[in-house]
């Protein structure tokens, strides 16, 4: 479907969606742009919309997964369910929005884990856009249960802190995935702060981080003996889940 495509968020120097769409478009031979939308404010997309009478769909990412919702005619049942959108049709006029980080984490995830891992617990650190879309994933696809890990205390039931980590009984939680973009490039020497050394063999541990293929996070769970995935493969999924709902 020819016309403009796009990733909305706030820093997008390095993205990988402008080269990856791009390329498909080449080699469809489709007469499309895809433009790099920086956006200091939610609010500006509202100049998008107007500018852009050809535009066709939008990947979302940081920080404006849930604060785009507002700005949408529709959502998508799943997308309303987890409260987070990372991917935007324009279709008759109406701007709906989808999610297919959960798509790509579901089927990353389930190739990553053992298959007997259902009914268990999982540890998710970072209360943003990402976490929901794992949250969701985590408890209706997999049967477990899960605590989120934040930098400010909640009075939430389910929320902790960083600080609460390292009293907690870990081996409770045998899968840990990092939702946060600390130790994204080019933040590279940055890690989560963890009791790395209560890990084990025992842990499958996933950063949907993708750049670098091995965050220091991933590097000190490795040298626990912990199991270790990266985001990559769950780019490229959810990527190709938005092409086909743009073209559907």
């Given at each position: 479907m020819d016309g403009t495509y796009g990733l909305l968020g706030k820093k997008l120097k390095h993205s990988f969606s402008k080269l990856y769409f791009e390329s498909k478009f080449e080699a469809l031979k489709i007469s499309s742009q895809y433009n790099l939308f920086e956006l200091e404010n939610i609010q500006d997309i509202k100049d998008i919309f107007s500018?852009?009478?050809?535009l066709k769909g939008l990947n979302v990412t940081l920080p404006y997964k849930t604060s785009i919702i507002p700005f949408l005619d529709e959502l998508d049942p799943l997308a309303e369910a987890c409260g987070a959108v990372n991917c935007v049709v324009v279709k008759d006029g109406k701007t709906i929005g989808y999610n297919t980080d959960i798509y790509g984490f579901h089927l990353s995830l389930q190739r990553f884990l053992p298959k007997d891992f259902k009914k268990?617990?999982?540890?998710?650190?970072?209360?943003?856009?990402?976490?929901?879309?794992v949250a969701l994933v985590v408890s209706e696809f997999f049967n477990a249960s899960f605590l989120k890990v934040s930098r400010t205390p909640q009075s939430v039931e389910n929320i902790i802190t960083y600080s609460d980590l390292f009293t907690l009984d870990l081996n409770k939680y045998p899968l840990i995935i990092n939702t946060t973009p600390v130790g994204m490039f080019p933040l590279i020497?940055?890690?989560?702060?963890?009791?790395?050394e209560k890990l084990s063999e025992k842990?499958?541990?996933f950063d949907l981080i993708y750049n670098p293929e091995k965050t220091l996070f991933l590097s000190a769970a490795e040298k626990q003996q912990a199991h270790i995935k990266n985001g990559l493969e769950m780019l490229y999924l959810q990527a190709e889940k938005?092409?086909?709902?743009?073209?559907s």
């Open positions: 500018l852009y009478s050809d268990s617990k999982a540890l998710i650190l970072g209360t943003g856009g990402a976490s929901r879309a020497d940055d890690k989560p702060d963890f009791p790395y842990f499958w541990v938005a092409w086909e709902i743009w073209q």
